[in-house]
């Protein structure tokens, strides 16, 4: 083999052994019981808040019942009291029309209707006024200050 052909001998040398790689397995721990990734008393608590939260819900809901059924109770109470109502204003009216008036005065009281004879007439030969009393004259503003000016002086003397 003459020739230029180059060999390779890096082929026949001897491989560097690489450092073996060892792999070691975690530890195991003891495996914890999980709900959903919570610790056991994790998920009680939470089972407990929602329990008492659904129960506020439905006791919530409960109060609204019943305080929706106290209002209906009270419209139709006020309904009733309502139409009580216009039946005594129309039972009024009846008793106090003046018909029925003229008749209970005839009947009962043994009035008369007024003839002409009774009518007099009063007539006054001086012009109609009002006369108030010193009493009944409320001062104005001038006549306290001044007032109270003479109630000092009497005061001090």
């Not at 007539?123 to 109270?148: A, C, Y």
Request: net charge positive; proline share 4%.
């Amino acid at each position: 083999m003459n020739g230029n052909a180059a060999y390779d001998l890096s082929r026949f040398e001897e491989k560097q052994k690489r450092p073996a790689v060892e792999v070691i397995p975690p530890k195991k721990s003891p495996r914890k019981r999980t709900v959903l990734g919570m610790s056991p008393a994790k998920a009680i608590m939470m089972l407990v808040v929602v329990g008492v939260l659904a129960s506020v819900l439905i006791y919530n809901r409960v109060l609204i019942i019943e305080a929706n059924e106290e209002i209906r109770q009270a419209n139709s109470q006020m309904t009733i009291l309502e139409s009580e109502g216009v039946r005594l204003d129309m039972e009024l009216e009846g008793k106090t029309s003046l018909k029925n008036i003229e008749d209970y005065a005839t009947k009962n009281l043994g009035m008369q209707k007024m003839e002409k004879q009774q009518v007099q007439y009063v007539s006054l030969s001086e012009e109609e006024k009002v006369v108030l009393s010193k009493d009944m004259v409320k001062p104005n503003i001038f006549q306290r200050i001044s007032g109270w000016f003479q109630n000092l002086m009497e005061y001090i003397r």
